[in-house]
């Protein structure tokens, strides 16, 4: 099969994800995208993050109903950082007959050089690099990436958080039933705003 991995905190998901996973999907002929929650995100060290039975319970929410999504604990069951070199060594090792692709933004396309065993990474994955305007994408490993356009959709999971936090609108920026379970238990402050 072929699968497109998706790695981030989803601290909440968001429809912004959602979409880049469904384009990814499409554009890139993928079998499945999974969905990677990290424990320890090395470019986010020192941030507060949401439990991960909470986060675990978001993402499966948010995916559930869609066949070609899958939720993927493998970093959360890992102690430590979550490297992207250890993820994808580990899922190559156990799914032989797979072929992974890792799913990142235009932002991270340039950072590549700062990746843990980057130059081994690339020899395993193919990265499929999300273009967003404003964003020129220049890197040393441009072979081994592959870029696909998608619609805009300015949408954060820092921003949501700063809107529960203040109990502003956040309807049509996430799925119903993960806004539910974040104010059924009182994630990031907040507070019933319809």
Request: glycine share 6%; charged share 25%.
């Amino acid at each position: 099969m072929r699968i497109g991995l998706l790695g981030g905190t989803f601290d909440p998901p968001h429809y912004g994800q959602l979409l880049v996973a469904s384009e990814v999907l499409e554009q890139c002929n993928l079998d499945e995208v999974w969905f990677v929650p990290n424990r320890l995100p090395p470019h986010k060290k020192g941030m507060p993050v949401t439990k991960k039975e909470h986060r675990l319970e978001m993402v499966r929410l948010a995916i559930e109903g869609n066949p070609s999504f899958r939720l993927s604990t493998i970093e959360l069951e890992r102690e430590g950082q979550s490297y992207t070199y250890d993820t994808i060594r580990q899922l190559t090792v156990t799914y032989r007959n797979d072929r992974f692709f890792f799913i990142i933004g235009a932002d991270m396309i340039n950072d590549l050089p700062n990746w843990h065993h980057i130059d081994k990474l690339v020899q395993m994955t193919t990265f499929i690099g999300i273009n967003r305007p404003g964003y020129s994408v220049e890197s040393p490993y441009r072979a081994h990436i592959q870029t696909i356009d998608m619609p805009p959709f300015d949408v954060s999971s820092s921003f949501l958080r700063e809107r529960f936090k203040l109990g502003k609108n956040t309807r049509y920026y996430l799925p119903e039933r993960v806004r539910n379970y974040i104010e059924e238990n009182d994630l990031y402050g907040s507070k019933r705003s319809d």
